[in-house]
């Protein structure tokens, strides 16, 4: 365990959704100086999305979608990924002060959690726009939920060491925003061959894919600091597993008849985990 833990205290970094101002912890609520308030639920996270900045009534992924990503991850598959977005987010520690970490579209915190235990002298916030996902994150009590939008992340300005986006968005100038000066933002997400074995069983034809473009979700105002090739290879032995992977991914929306066809005959998968990790830092004068 860390030398120390963080249990949700009086002090947060959150900024009242409704007008911007600090939000204050008191007993079971968060609440600003206009008095906009908002009930921890029992789980323990906080709801800070409005209702006119959601697209549909349950955003995000759902409860099917939140559990097979959380038994394939906590099988232990991506570990290896896991710890070097670890390793790659403990250079950002330079101070004695706590490093505020925010897991930005963090699911169902299987990294946040990662980053909570193994970094020491943290304090750790995760949000993602899916309910769900965060009430079964919740079950981790030193970390501070919330379910938010990376659109509008709900953190005061310059308050933020560093923004975790694994395999989710990266919203330039909202991070910007809250980012403190020299703050830092790693994105971690699938190199070129990631999963190939995987989509030639859903794919009639497999279509490359280029990483490249992760570099355009930041440009001006960030400086790439440190960047990680992964290759990890995924060994699976079940269907179930292999169509808890498939649900992880964005191809799961895509598959065609007979990719669904091949899939249900499909009892093992040998493929690779292809990842890249990116380092930016916010530059001094944004
Ligand atoms: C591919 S999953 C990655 C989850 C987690 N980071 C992980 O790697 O296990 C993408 C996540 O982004 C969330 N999401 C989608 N749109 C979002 C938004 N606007 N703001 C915050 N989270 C969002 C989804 O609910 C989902 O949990
Ligand atoms: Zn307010």
Same mark, same amino acid.
């Given at each position: 365990?860390?030398?120390?833990?963080?249990?949700?205290?009086?002090?947060?970094?959150?900024?009242?959704?409704?007008?911007?101002q600090k939000l204050q912890a008191i007993e079971n609520r968060l609440i600003c100086e206009k008095n906009h308030s908002f009930d921890r639920h029992k789980k323990g996270y906080v709801n800070l999305l409005m209702s006119h900045h959601k697209n549909s009534k349950a955003p995000g992924d759902n409860t099917e979608m939140v559990n097979g990503r959380r038994a394939f991850l906590r099988a232990g598959h991506y570990q290896a990924f896991a710890n070097a977005i670890v390793a790659m987010a403990s250079q950002c520690q330079q101070s004695d002060k706590p490093l505020q970490i925010v897991d930005a579209g963090c699911g169902e915190g299987f990294y946040t959690?990662?980053?909570?235990?193994?970094?020491?002298?943290?304090?750790?916030?995760? /949000?993602?726009?899916?309910k769900p996902a965060i009430a079964a994150a919740a079950s981790?009590?030193?970390?501070?939920?919330?379910?938010?939008?990376?659109?509008?992340?709900?953190?005061?300005?310059?308050?933020?060491?560093?923004?975790?986006?694994?395999?989710?968005?990266?919203?330039?100038?909202?991070?910007?925003?809250?980012l403190a000066p020299r703050g830092y933002v790693l994105y971690a997400g699938p190199g070129d061959q990631h999963l190939e074995g995987?989509?030639?069983?859903?794919?009639?034809?497999?279509?490359?894919?280029?990483?490249?473009?992760?570099?355009?979700?930041?440009?001006?105002? /960030?400086?790439?600091?440190?960047?990680?090739?992964?290759?990890?290879?995924?060994?699976?032995d079940n269907n179930t597993s292999i169509k808890q992977l498939l649900s992880m991914t964005p191809h799961a929306h895509r598959v065609s008849k007979a990719g669904w066809a091949r899939l249900e005959n499909?009892?093992?998968?040998?493929?690779?985990?292809?990842f890249k990790l990116y380092l930016y830092q916010k530059k001094a004068l944004v």
């Open positions: 365990m860390p030398e120390t833990t963080f249990t949700p205290s009086a002090y947060t970094l959150y900024h009242c959704p409704v007008c911007q959690d990662q980053l909570q235990t193994q970094i020491d002298n943290s304090i750790v916030y995760g /949000f993602d726009i899916s981790n009590k030193n970390v501070e939920w919330s379910v938010a939008s990376s659109t509008r992340p709900p953190f005061m300005d310059n308050s933020i060491d560093l923004i975790v986006s694994v395999f989710s968005r990266v919203e330039r100038e909202a991070f910007l925003k809250i995987l989509r030639h069983i859903i794919y009639d034809q497999v279509n490359d894919y280029s990483s490249d473009k992760h570099q355009d979700y930041f440009g001006e105002g /960030f400086t790439l600091v440190a960047e990680q090739s992964l290759q990890v290879p995924v060994n699976l499909t009892q093992s998968l040998s493929d690779n985990g292809d």
